[in-house]
């Protein structure tokens, strides 16, 4: 049940141009982000390269196709609930016999297969230097599963505002609000005791960081997946709580 | 009979509004219950409660048995809802969208495609199956409202106003088809059209303000006594008055003449007296049907208080 909830919303992304315009905008704008930084590290010399293309692409083009994604992941998800609100379908599947756990991660398996090609196209823009130069594939992969699961993280955001309200541009701003948040709370740090970076922690930004060089830690998994897991439950006790309201 | 549906003491507020105060209801199968009220007396309410898209402040809704509130997907099962707006996605084609709802459903794969063809067959909708849903015409989005309800040939059918929106031939033929689904099927509509209702149901809810004022069976066959006729060459109201079974004849402004019947008498015997008489029957109508005197008369009673 989950996968045919999952495959509707796919099917209608597919057949809507919301996906392609956020597909084809990603692509002029990372060919762009590639271009500079191909290009300012081929005009340095070998002595003053203080880090490696790889390193430098994905730091640049991963960095810049996640906030790409904050700003994709809540337009998508704003249809799955908040435009189904809005149009009176969602009245189909709350008379439908099923359990609502399988509606939230049927409609979050749907975002997540929308944003997956967002998030492969920075790899996909570095095949274009495939046996022209060396590039750490370790690296990239990191970088590309970073970036998925941040996309992931972003999408349950969206699905959780998108359930607050059945006004969709409403759900977009909030969730933007919370993206926002989540993306500059960790400054915060310094106003707050030095050592205990709890705000530092919570800021998607820190995390994401840590993937892009390359590294793979379980404490980064484990923030990406709590959150998305929180913002899921999140939706779920809403849709269960809108019943009553 | 076996009762498909029973509501017991159902009510639910919209803050310090009160939609629908203590509801008592059953459905048997087989009965088609109207609900009828005017705009606002809690008829949408009512099905959405009864749908499970909204819960109750109190009471209790079983189906078959099923309590709706502990165990809403077995309950959810037996029910196919028509919302007052067809719950349908722009973004899909015909067939698309009954494939989606007969797998939400749970109609098994191998019997999906016999299921659509019914469901699209029964409501005019054959051929159509490639159309995209944002470019169908109200008519047509509502019956794929119907055909998305009736998919699975659910034991109750719920269905907030199905008629609107429909051409007259088709208002008849979803008329049938109530009729026809009624007999293995419990169906609850609400419609706030009188003869309608009077012309598919055999039990009638009357919802005002949330509070249900009757919930009666349709007295069958109960001929009125007041009928308003034209006759072919002006008469006067005094030859009327003097048939036999004409307790009182008044003319109208538009030429008609109203007549009050004697309470033994019935329509058969005023034409054959009018006939016998030569007074050239034109047109004969009951004035106004039981079921909207009965309204009138509850809703009227309940403004008064």
Redesign the interface.
Known sequence: ?IL?IAG?EL??GL??PLLWVLLGASQVVLAWVFLKVVDDFSGLGADERVASLSLEVALNLFGFAAVIAMLAAPLIAMRMLSAEFR?????????????LYTVVLGKFLGTAALLTPLCLLPALNLTLLAGTAHLDLGLCAAATLGLWLAALMFGAIGLYTASLSDQPGAAVLAAFGLLLLFSIIGRAQDLSIPGLSLFGWLAWNEHLFWFLLGAVRVSDLAYFLLFTGFFLALTHRRLANR??A | METLVRVTDLTRRFGPHTALAGLNLTLARGEVLGLLGPNGAGKTTCLRLLSGNLAPSSGQVEIAGIDLARNPVAAKRLLGYLPERPPLYQDLRLDEYLQFCARLHRVPRAKTADAVAEAKHRCGLDGLGRRPIAKLSKGFRQRLGIAQAILHRPPLLILDEPTEGLDPVQVREVRNLVRELSRDSGVIFSSHILPEVQAVCNRVAILHRGRLLRGDHLAAHQSALIWRLRLSAPAHCASLAALACVAAATSLPDERIRVVLKPDAGPEELTRQLVAAGLGLQELTPERSDLERVFFDLIGAEERT
């Not at chain 1, 149009?87 to 359990?99: E, K, N, V, W, Y």
């Open positions: 049940m045919t509707r099917r209608g057949v809507t149009d009176g379908s969602f009245d189909l599947i709350g008379a439908a016999p099923i359990h019943r009553l």
